[in-house]
C-alpha cells in the first residue's frame, strides 16, 4: 500500500510539473483530478505518510491573522527604467565605459520583464522554507502560506544534491487565461473586478487565506538568485537561468544573448514587442542584463538598483475621449486633487473612466475644460493619464478648485509658492479619516500590529472611528461585530493598542501627519523642544531655529497645533495614556551614544522600528549597512550578512542580552 502512495504520488508531480511548468499536460483533468482524490483518501487513512511536498499540501492550510515581516538576508533591488532604445544603449555605454571595454563587446542577455509581484523563495537543502515579497527591499512580508499554492513553485527541489540554501528570486504572475476567468466570475458574482493580471497577483498573493490563492491560477518564473550557499559554480547569469530550470522551475522564454550594439537593441526590441501579443503572459517591457558574473560584481549597484541591468518599459498606450467632468478627492494630508470623469475608452487592455490630473497647475497646463476630447495614455500600461486636449469641444466649461472641502466644509487654501490646495479641515476632516488613522496605527509610526488597513476602513464605516483619538475609547462589541471578526480578534486589537501606548515623542509627532513632517524632522523638533507642550507652544521663529526646519515646515507645525480641533485629539490621545519618556535637557546625559553608528540584523523580540528609536534616543545614528565607520551592530535570531560582514570588520556585536545590559548600564530601561 505504502508502496502504490509513493508511485501516486510520484505520478502527480509529475503530472504537475508538466501542467504547470512546461505548459504540456500529458493527461486529461478528469484523470489527474481522480488520481488526485485517490491521494487524499489515502493521506486521511496515513496521515504520517504526507510529505511536505505532497500535492495536498498545496491546496491551502488555516487562514492567518497578519502578515509578518522578514528581512532579506541579500537585499532585494529593483532596477532602472528605459523608455527609449537610446536610454537603453546610454545605460550600456556608461556600463562599458566604467568597465573600460567597447559597448558592442558586451555580452547582453534579454528576457521578457514579466508583470507580475516580485518575490523571493527561500530552500534549505532542497525543502521549501519560506518565501517574502519584495517590500522595501530590506524588510518583506511573509507570504509563505501563499506562495506554497503556486503550483510552478517546487516544494522539493528536482535534485539529488541541493545546495545548503538557495535563494530564488522571481516574479508571481497571473496568465492571460486566468485573469479573464477571474474577472467573470466576479462579474458573475457581483464581486471585485481586478484592473489588471498585475493587481490581480499582487491581491492574490496578499490574500489571508490561502484557499483562495490555491483557486486562482497563479504562476511562477525565476529571474536570478539571493543568498546561495552551494557547490555549483555560475560564470554567467544565463547558467544560473539554466540550473534553475533544472531544479523545476519554468524557464522565462523567449530570452536572447547578444552584443550591445545599437543595432542589436533595435533588433531584439522589435523580436520581443512582436512576440507581446502571443504570450501567455503580460509583459510591460523587456529586462536587458549584462550576462557576465564578473562584469556584474565589476560595476555592482548605485542607491536601489543596479548598473549591470535596466528595464526597457513598452510604450504606454494611448486612446482619445470626452472629458465629462472633474472631482476633487482629499487625501490624507488634505491636499485636494483634481479627477477626470471620462467617456469610457478602452485602452492597454482595460476600459478607464477615470484618471488623475494631479493638480491646477496640471490642469492649466494642457488648457484643459469640462467638454474637451483629450487624449488618455496608461503610463507603463498602468496609471491612467491625460497628455493633452485632441481637440475644444463645443461646449467649454472652466474646471474651478472648490473654495470649501467636498467633505467636511471647511476652507480650502493654497500655500504660496506650492501647487497644492489644502483643506484646513486637519484631524477633524472626514475624508482625510481613515487614511490618517492608517498612518497613525502604521508600523513606522505608532506600530499598532492588529490594527491594519481594512479593519480601519470597516470600523470607519461603521462610524466607530472618526479621527485617531477615537483608537483608544474603541470598545470589544466594536471589533467583534464586523464580518470576519470576533472576541478573540478584538481582545487582540484591544492588546495591541494598549502595547503600543508607549513611544517616543518624535514618532508621535511623525504620526499626527502633519504635512510635510516625517519621520526625521518629527525626531528633529522633538530633540530641539523635549517637551510636547513646548513644540505645541513654539512660534514659527522658534520653529526656524531647528535644524532642517525650512519656513513651510514650521509654518505647517504652527498651523497645526493652533487648529483648537487638532488641540483637543491630540489632548485625548494624552488623556488616554499615550506617553513617552522625557528627553533630558543635558546632552550628555540624554545622548550617551552621541557620534556612534549602529546597524541592527535579525529578528529581535522588539519591532525593529522602536529598536531603532530607542537607539536614535541615546543619540546613535542607525545604519542600514555595515562598514568601517560601524560603531556597533545589534543581532538578533537568524543574524544573516551584516553579522557576517560586522565580525569579517571586527565591529562590536551585541545580541538582546547584552543590549539590555548595556541600557542598565547608561541607566536606560531594558528594551
Request: contains cysteine.
Amino acid at each position: 500500500m505504502k508502496h502504490a502512495y509513493t508511485q501516486l504520488l510520484a505520478t502527480l508531480k509529475q503530472w504537475d510539473y508538466e501542467y504547470y511548468v512546461l505548459d504540456n499536460p500529458s493527461v486529461p483533468d478528469a484523470q489527474y483530478d481522480q488520481a488526485f482524490r485517490d491521494l487524499l483518501a489515502l493521506e486521511a487513512a496515513h496521515p504520517d505518510w504526507v510529505t511536505p511536498d505532497s500535492p495536498s499540501q498545496r491546496v491551502g492550510g488555516q487562514p492567518i491573522d497578519e502578515f509578518t515581516k522578514i528581512e532579506h538576508r541579500v537585499r532585494m533591488l529593483s532596477l532602472a527604467n528605459a523608455f527609449s532604445l537610446e536610454e537603453t544603449y546610454q545605460f550600456f555605454e556608461k556600463a562599458a565605459k566604467d568597465l573600460d571595454v567597447a559597448t558592442d563587446t558586451l555580452p547582453i542577455i534579454s528576457e521578457p520583464k514579466l508583470d507580475g509581484l516580485a518575490i523571493s523563495i527561500h530552500y534549505d537543502h532542497g525543502q521549501f522554507s519560506y518565501a517574502a515579497t519584495r517590500g522595501d527591499g530590506q524588510i518583506g512580508e511573509d507570504v509563505s502560506h501563499n506562495i506554497k499554492t503556486v503550483r510552478s513553485v517546487p516544494l522539493q527541489l528536482a535534485t539529488a544534491n541541493p545546495p545548503a540554501i538557495l535563494e530564488v528570486r522571481g516574479e508571481v504572475f497571473m496568465p492571460k487565461a486566468a485573469f479573464a476567468k477571474l474577472n467573470r466570475w466576479a462579474e458573475a458574482n457581483n464581486s471585485r473586478v481586478f484592473v489588471n493580471p498585475r493587481n490581480a497577483a499582487a491581491g492574490t498573493i496578499r490574500q489571508m487565506d490561502p484557499k483562495i490563492t490555491s483557486s486562482r491560477d497563479l504562476r511562477f518564473i525565476p529571474y536570478g538568485l539571493g543568498e546561495y550557499q552551494g557547490d555549483q559554480a555560475f560564470t554567467s547569469h544565463a547558467e544560473i537561468l539554466d540550473y534553475l530550470v533544472s531544479l523545476g522551475f519554468r524557464k522565462n522564454a523567449p530570452c536572447q544573448q547578444f552584443c550591445g550594439s545599437f543595432a542589436e537593441f533595435s533588433q531584439n526590441y522589435a523580436m520581443m514587442e512582436q512576440a507581446r501579443d502571443g504570450l501567455p503572459m503580460e509583459i510591460d517591457g523587456i529586462v536587458y542584463k549584462i550576462d557576465t558574473l564578473a562584469l556584474q560584481n565589476a560595476l555592482g549597484f548605485i542607491a536601489r538598483s543596479p548598473k549591470w541591468a535596466v528595464a526597457r518599459k513598452f510604450p504606454a498606450q494611448v486612446a482619445v475621449t470626452a472629458l465629462l467632468g472633474v472631482d476633487f478627492q482629499v487625501g490624507r494630508t488634505g491636499v485636494l486633487t483634481p479627477v477626470a470623469r471620462l467617456e469610457p475608452v478602452f485602452v492597454g487592455g482595460v476600459t478607464v473612466s477615470n484618471a488623475t490630473l494631479h493638480n491646477m497647475d496640471e490642469i492649466e497646463r494642457l488648457g484643459l475644460c469640462i467638454g474637451d476630447s483629450v487624449e488618455i495614455q496608461r503610463a507603463g500600461d498602468v496609471i491612467p493619464k491625460i497628455t493633452k486636449v485632441a481637440h475644444h469641444g463645443d461646449t467649454r466649461t472652466p474646471i474651478i478648485m472648490p473654495t470649501e472641502c467636498p467633505v467636511c466644509a471647511a476652507a480650502v487654501e493654497r500655500t504660496a509658492g506650492q501647487a497644492a490646495f489644502r483643506c484646513t479641515g486637519g484631524l477633524s476632516c472626514a475624508a482625510q479619516g481613515a487614511e490618517r488613522i492608517r498612518h497613525y496605527a502604521s508600523r513606522k509610526c505608532m506600530n499598532i500590529i492588529n490594527l491594519g488597513t481594512k479593519l480601519i476602513e470597516a470600523l470607519y464605516s461603521k462610524g466607530s472611528l472618526q479621527t485617531i483619538a477615537d483608537i483608544y475609547t474603541l470598545q470589544a462589541n466594536d471589533i467583534a461585530d464586523l464580518d470576519g471578526q470576533g472576541e478573540k480578534s478584538a481582545q487582540n486589537v484591544l492588546d495591541s493598542i494598549n502595547a503600543a501606548k508607549n513611544t517616543q515623542l518624535g514618532t508621535f509627532i511623525a504620526a499626527l501627519g502633519i504635512h510635510e513632517i516625517g519621520e526625521e524632522s518629527a525626531k528633529a523638533v522633538a530633540k530641539h523642544f523635549k517637551t510636547y507642550p513646548a513644540l505645541a507652544n513654539a512660534s514659527y521663529d522658534d520653529l526656524l531655529q531647528v535644524p532642517d526646519i525650512g519656513p513651510v515646515m514650521a509654518q505647517n507645525i504652527v498651523d497645526f497645533f493652533a487648529d483648537t480641533k487638532n488641540q483637543a485629539i491630540v489632548q485625548a490621545i494624552i488623556d488616554a495614556g499615550v506617553t513617552w519618556p522625557e528627553i533630558s535637557a543635558d546632552p550628555a546625559q540624554a545622548q550617551p551614544l552621541a557620534g556612534q553608528t549602529w546597524v541592527i540584523t535579525g529578528t529581535l523580540s522588539l519591532p525593529r522600528d522602536k529598536a531603532k528609536a530607542l537607539l536614535e534616543s541615546l543619540g546613535a545614528k542607525v545604519s542600514g549597512s555595515v562598514s568601517k565607520k560601524t560603531t556597533a551592530v545589534l543581532a538578533g535570531e537568524e543574524a544573516g550578512s551584516k553579522l557576517a560582514k560586522a565580525e569579517e570588520l571586527g565591529v562590536k556585536v551585541f545580541d538582546e542580552v547584552a543590549f539590555n545590559a548595556l541600557l542598565t548600564e547608561l541607566g536606560v530601561a531594558q528594551a
